[in-house]
């Protein structure tokens, strides 16, 4: 389970690959949380575990405030498939990965592998930024690029410092 939970923190900056299922818009980071979601939820169920226990972090009444918020939100909206997208995206998938991460870290009783994705993350994304100002190519901001700022998969070169600053500061205690 850590591994496909290393999978999703590693692929995170990868939530820009845009595509449809049956009409359906979706992600590929959407795709991977759903299809680690289905393996967690059957690893439980063939284990026997008491998914209270699992669902019972202390979070819980902020979660469901938090969720009644968006719900009311999503009432309230003019564009229904926009706010269903919105709703899956900001509130559904980040809670969901939250369970699977607390469990997870919980029975590893280790969360060194949740900080190296996060590294792994960083370094792959900084690569990209770097072969972009060495070459001059694979970029998504071709504005960006005029004014010699990197952006690596983003639409923006903020998009990379507001990515890699807090792996920075996560990272720099630890060495």
Sequence with gaps: M???LSLIVISLPLYIIRFKIFSFPTTFLEILILLTFSF??????REKRDFKKIFNTGFEK???LFLSVAVVSLLVTPDKRGGLGIFKAYFGEPILVFY????TLQRTKSWRWLVW???????WLSFFCFGQKITGRFTFAPWEMAQGRVSAV??????????????IALILPLS
């Design 40 to 45: 967690w939820i059957v690893k439980n169920f």
């Design 117 to 123: 994705a996060l590294i792994i993350s960083g370094l």
């Design 62 to 64: 902020p979660i469901i």
């Design 2 to 4: 850590k591994w496909l």
């Design 154 to 167: 983003y639409n923006s070169a903020n998009m990379v410092g507001l990515y890699l600053g807090p792996i």
């Design 100 to 103: 699977m991460t607390v469990d």
